[in-house]
T-cell receptor, first 112, second 112 residues
Framework: DQQVKQNSPSLSVQEGRISILNCDYT??????FLWYKKYPAEGPTFLIS?????DKNEDGRFTVFLNKSAKHLSLHIVPSQPGDSAVYFC???????????FGAGTRLTVKP | DTGVSQDPRHKITKRGQNVTFRCDPI?????LYWYRQTLGQGPEFLTY????????KSRLLSDRFSAERPKGSFSTLEIQRTEQGDSAMYLC??????????FGQGTRLTVV
């Protein structure tokens, strides 16, 4: 069962513009959400996270928004840079569970 | 200690052979996870250790798979009688209590 869904397999944006990556989840028990970035031939790298007690978390160019009622979160990257081109995974975990559930990923391409 | 280390990075094996992968987590992390990632999918949880205890196993972990973490430090994942469907990237991650997980670069297994 796909509890975390990233419905856009790819996204292409121009350098300097905003990138918005979306993620939906179905399990209302999830209370901690993370975004990972993955370059080819490397493991996922942690980017930013948000707890369900918040609706926004910002770290430099990266902001994650959480809409609990819609079971939706998004990652905003502004301004986008060519080095941001990678696959972005959304992940979620529930209290007492030791595994993170990942979405299938969105491949972001930032064009110079 | 600069991060999670996995060995080997690549493994090609013939169907029916056994393979073993190693993961060295970040030294102060007591939690260790194994994930599997196939093309076009996000990482799928396989198993979880807290110190030396294997506390959770996914249904994906068939009886041909076994994982150990004998001294609560490094971990091994063994696949017996490999099948072509086992071809994937095997990712190891570690975390401290309540912290985000850090991934290694993965071991890419190809079963021919």
């Amino acid at each position: 069962d796909q509890q975390v869904k990233q419905n856009s397999p790819s996204l292409s944006v121009q350098e300097g513009r905003i990138s918005i990556l979306n993620c939906d989840y179905t399990n209302s028990m999830f209370d901690y959400f993370l975004w990972y970035k993955k370059y080819p031939a490397e493991g996922p790298t942690f980017l930013i996270s948000i707890s369900s007690i918040k609706d926004k978390n910002e770290d430099g160019r990266f902001t994650v928004f959480l809409n609990k009622s819609a079971k939706h979160l998004s990652l905003h990257i502004v301004p986008s840079q060519p080095g941001d081109s990678a696959v972005y995974f959304c992940a979620a975990s529930a209290p007492g569970n030791n595994d993170m559930r990942f979405g299938a990923g969105t491949r972001l391409t930032v064009k110079p | 200690d600069t991060g999670v280390s996995q060995d080997p990075r690549h493994k090609i094996t013939k169907r029916g052979q056994n393979v073993t992968f190693r993961c060295d987590p970040i030294s102060e992390h007591n939690r260790l996870y194994w994930y599997r990632q196939t093309l076009g999918q996000g990482p799928e949880f396989l198993t979880y250790f807290q110190n030396e205890a294997q506390l959770e196993k996914s249904r994906l972990l068939s009886d041909r798979f076994s994982a150990e973490r004998p001294k609560g430090s490094f971990s091994t994942l063994e696949i017996q009688r490999t099948e072509q469907g086992d071809s994937a990237m095997y990712l190891c991650a570690s975390s401290s209590r309540g912290g985000k997980a850090f991934f290694g670069q993965g071991t890419r297994l190809t079963v021919v």
